[in-house]
């Protein structure tokens, strides 16, 4: 099975830093720390959340396939 490169995660979790900085400067006037912080804490919970996501649903697929289950 080819595996895709995890662009796509990286992408989405920038993605979600980037959005809740600029809702977090416009909105709540923060500084330029606290929005870092907030891009770095964000940005990451983002990616291991869609990484876990990922990686289970691989392991699902495997295991259904091992299983003679529906394989694509």
């Known amino acids: 099975m080819r595996r ?11 993605a979600v830093a980037l959005a809740s ?8 006037d923060l500084s330029f720390w606290a929005a870092l ?3 770095v804490v964000s940005g990451t919970a983002a990616t291991l959340f869609v990484a876990l996501r990922r990686f289970r ?8 396939t091992r299983r003679g289950g529906a394989a694509q």
């Open 4 to 14: 895709k490169p995890l662009t796509g995660i990286l992408t989405i979790g920038v």
């Open 21 to 28: 900085v600029l809702i977090g400067v416009v909105a709540f």
């Open 37 to 39: 912080l907030i891009y």
């Open 57 to 64: 649903c691989i392991e699902r697929h495997e295991v259904q």
